[in-house]
């Protein structure tokens, strides 16, 4: 199973608000709304941001939206703040057989 | 308050074998699924396997399937993940998470992490 494809780095000013792709196949992102999205700063473990396209968990600032059409599902982060730079990872599932698939990362840089 | 304790970091010799745990605390540790994702230096994030504490059903990535094992022992509310013979490319952290407690069909709470280094 390939990993989903995200691009390698974003970034944006203060304030601005930033979106992350995430494209997948008809097996995974394209047959089933379980994407999730994660944040990871630098040596700590993943966070939960975005789970079933759009859901957001409790404790996860309004900023954060997820979107999908088709194969591809998004991530968009608004009022950009110092504290959103972080790497982040897509995530769907892919069928009772493979279960899960991660994308390959984005890094955001807030300028 | 949900928890995932990992282990502690490990440094091994390539061909040793080790095993490293997670233990969960603050929900029922045999209905939820637990998994193991691995993130080597400056890379991505990769999921490995997945375990069915309840029933100790255990499904692996074809990327794994064979190069590590995963169980359960439910009495103490602990997942294990192991290797016979470590190879340098193991080098990596590793993480274990809970799948659906929170947000289904998805990876929603995750451990601190055990870094393991293998090196000669």
């Known amino acids: 199973q390939s990993a989903l494809t995200q691009p390698a780095s974003v970034s944006g000013s203060p304030g601005q608000s930033i979106t992350i792709s995430c494209t997948g196949t008809?097996?995974?992102?394209?047959?089933?709304?379980?994407v999730s999205w994660y944040q990871q700063h630098p040596g700590k473990a993943p966070k939960l941001m975005i789970y079933e396209v759009s859901k957001r968990p409790s404790g996860v600032s309004n900023r954060f939206s997820g979107s999908k059409s088709g194969n591809t599902a998004s991530l968009t982060i608004s009022g950009l703040q110092a504290e959103d730079e972080a790497d982040y990872y897509c995530c769907s599932y892919a069928g009772s057989s493979t279960f899960q698939v991660f994308g390959g990362g984005t890094k955001l840089t807030v300028l | 308050e949900v928890q995932l304790v990992q282990s502690g970091a490990e440094v091994k010799k390539p061909g040793e074998s080790l095993k490293i745990s997670c233990k969960g605390s603050?929900?029922?540790?045999?209905?939820?699924?637990i998994g193991w994702v691995r993130q080597m230096p400056g890379k991505g994030l990769e999921w490995m396997g997945i375990?069915?504490?309840?029933?100790?059903?255990?499904r692996y990535s074809p990327s794994f399937q064979g190069q590590v094992t995963i169980s359960a022992d439910k009495s103490i509310s602990t997942a294990y993940l192991q290797w016979s013979s470590l190879k340098a490319s193991d080098t990596a952290m590793y993480y274990c998470?809970?799948?659906?407690?929170?947000?289904?069909?998805?990876?929603?709470?995750w451990g601190q992490g055990t870094l393991v280094t293998v090196s000669s």
């Open positions: 375990i069915y504490p309840g029933d100790s059903d255990t």
């Open positions: 998470a809970t799948r659906g407690i929170a947000a289904r069909r998805t990876f929603d709470y």
């Open positions: 008809s097996s995974d992102v394209g047959s089933y709304n379980l």
């Open positions: 603050g929900y029922s540790f045999t209905s939820y699924w």
